[in-house]
């Protein structure tokens, strides 16, 4: 690009200040919207802390219960059905099962500070599964898990409402609703973006098994399984299979069976957000997605082609008197061509910044 092109494009540009800022800043919104959903489906996918695994994620998170008749049953996973179809398999490098979601509710120290929290409760194999940054102490044992024993794991922020410093909280007792619980360890604060792990206090998940119409299966717990390579998950998958189908054997004599609707989920697909009723549709989804960058995507397209029809239209005088003048085509096109180049390194700077 030689010099006097570069100063003529310039000139022109500001000569058609309003329509250049109004074609830049346009622009500019419509690729700041694209990078903004793109970002919003990656997030939701890509790997880091403390779900710094997911691409070895598989999720049991709902399961449903055929009764006949087209009538089902739809619920989170009970204890029963993990230790049915998760716990046997052989093939991942571990497992853990936890509340599905947070619960709310309010930790004290006995008679100063009080504060609302998120709650999860987890089995002991979390804290291998998700990989979270201990500031002191460490997650609570096999052995808490097994004797339902009281401790917890807090976040920095809790630490310092209720005991100033995560130095001072490790050992102490606190209250949540009323019951008392002793801190072993303190981690860094999770966002909420990492839907699976997130909570601001870990305590050991205590929930019975039950017996009721649905043969103990639906409950109020999801499980993730780690598989111990990306290439291990079709395996796990089809183990998890096999094993609904000899659990749904032992269940026609009572007349129902665990539809599985193909669980466990990928992280790709568990970000679906899919109903629990339904088998989740990916190849639709990603028709959806390529359709919203499609049409975001033509309206950059379109105010790009609406100004540059718009600044020909203003210089059609000038350019036919630089064709009297015996200009080329050809160097005329460049400099349109750069003008608009220019124009679009001028908004991809402005989205960078």
């Not at 049991?60 to 059905?81: E, T």
């Not at 007349?255 to 790709?268: A, D, H, L, M, V």
């Not at 960058?293 to 082609?305: D, F, K, R, S």
């Amino acid at each position: 690009m030689n010099t006097q092109l570069l100063k003529s494009t310039l000139y022109h540009l500001k000569s058609q200040r309003i329509l250049s800022t109004i074609n830049i800043l346009g622009t500019t919104l419509a690729i700041f919207l694209i990078m903004i959903v793109v970002m919003l489906q990656q997030v939701k996918t890509a790997p880091f802390p403390p779900e710094s695994n997911r691409d070895r994620f598989l999720h049991y998170n709902f399961v449903s219960i055929s009764l006949g008749d087209n009538k089902y049953a739809n619920a989170m996973c009970s204890p029963k059905l993990i230790k049915e179809l998760i716990d046997p398999l052989e093939t991942p490098e571990t497992y853990t099962f936890y509340i599905f979601g947070t619960e709310k509710a309010v930790a004290s120290v006995l008679g100063n500070k009080s504060t609302s929290v998120s709650i999860k409760g987890t089995d002991h194999r979390f804290w291998n599964v998700f990989d979270f940054d201990f500031i002191t102490g460490k997650p609570f044992t096999a052995g808490d898990f097994d004797t339902k024993n009281p401790v917890a794991v807090i976040n920095h922020t809790i630490a310092k409402k209720l005991f100033d410093s995560a130095d001072n909280a490790i050992g102490k007792e606190f209250w949540i609703n009323g019951n008392p619980y002793k801190v072993t360890g303190v981690v860094n604060d999770v966002t909420r973006l990492a839907n699976t792990a997130y909570a601001e206090i870990w305590t050991v998940i205590n929930v019975p098994d039950s017996n009721g119409w649905d043969g103990g299966y639906c409950g109020d717990c999801s499980a993730t399984i780690l598989a111990k390579s990306k290439n291990d998950i079709p395996a796990i998958w089809d183990e998890v299979q096999k094993l609904t189908t000899q659990v749904n054997k032992r269940l026609e004599a009572e007349n129902y069976y665990i539809e599985n609707r193909e669980r466990p989920y990928t992280q790709k697909i568990y970000a679906l957000n899919s109903l629990p009723n339904e088998s989740p549709d990916y190849a639709s989804h990603k028709k959806k997605s390529l359709l919203v960058y499609l049409i975001l995507l033509i309206v950059p397209a379109i105010n790009l082609l609406s100004m540059t029809h718009s600044r020909l239209q203003q210089r059609t005088a000038e350019i036919a008197v630089r064709r009297a003048f015996g200009s080329k085509k050809t160097s005329i096109i460049v400099q349109i061509l750069t003008e608009n180049l220019i124009l679009t390194l001028l908004q991809v700077l402005l989205d960078c910044y």
